[in-house]
Every structure is written in structure tokens, then in C-alpha cells.
Nanobody
Framework: QVQLAESGGGLAQAGGSLRISCATS????????MGWFRRPPGKQREFVAA??????FYADSVKGRFSIEGVNTENTIYLQMNRLKAEDTAVYFC???????????????????WGQGIQVTVSS
């Protein structure tokens, strides 16, 4: 089993930055895919970013502002969020899959392991 735990969320001002962490423990995989998703208030969970040996992928809404940092096979990865907007307000989840990113990288169904989620609130 793999355990994931997010930390570092909270309140930020529009235009500011915030970095959230995802600590992993338990079983490790050679080339895992790591993903970030979010659930805005009153909306469905949506893809934010993913990274694997095959590359990095970002939702259009965050491209150029957010980046995944860290190494997938190490204990902690990060989501660096810059130039935050009010619409970035959401509960953010990290996710992991034993297999590398593929055509389904943006689908929650690809990922077998999930963190509990952490709130990020951006004030305008």
C-alpha cells in the first residue's frame, strides 16, 4: 500500500504564491505517475497536473503558473502555485499510480492512491 498526505495549504492573496506538499510512504514503484487534482466549491474534481517518466502535463487553467517539483520516486513532491487567482480556491489532492503517465493522466480513475486533500483559499 501507498499512503499520501498533503500539507501546506491555507490562505493566500490573489497574485501570490503557495506551495503544497505531498508526502508519500509505504510501497514504492520504479516509475510511478504522480498527479494533482482539485475540487472547487460546488464543482467536480478536476485535473491540475501530472508527472511521470514520460513527461509533465498541466491543465490549461494552470499552465505557466503551477509546476510540480520534486522527484516522483522520492518521499515528497510539491505543487508550486504562482500568480494565484480566486478561481484556484479548492480542495487539492495528490494522487499516485504505480504505472507511468499515459493517455489517461488527466483521469482520476488512473490513480490508485489518494491523499485526504487540503484546502487552498485564494482571496481576491
Amino acid at each position: 500500500q501507498v499512503q499520501l498526505a498533503e500539507s501546506g495549504g491555507g490562505l493566500a492573496q490573489a497574485g501570490g504564491s503557495l506551495r503544497i506538499s505531498c508526502a508519500t510512504s509505504g510501497r514504492t514503484f520504479a516509475y510511478p505517475a504522480m498527479g494533482w487534482f482539485r475540487r472547487p466549491p460546488g464543482k467536480q474534481r478536476e485535473f491540475v497536473a501530472a508527472r511521470g517518466r514520460s513527461g509533465e502535463f498541466y491543465a490549461d487553467s494552470v499552465k505557466g503558473r503551477f509546476s510540480i517539483e520534486g522527484v516522483n520516486t522520492e518521499n515528497t513532491i510539491y505543487l508550486q502555485m504562482n500568480r494565484l487567482k480566486a478561481e484556484d480556491t479548492a480542495v487539492y489532492f495528490c494522487a499516485a499510480d504505480r504505472w507511468d503517465v499515459d493517455a489517461n493522466y488527466a483521469s482520476p480513475r488512473k490513480y490508485d492512491y489518494w491523499g485526504q486533500g487540503i484546502q487552498v483559499t485564494v482571496s481576491s
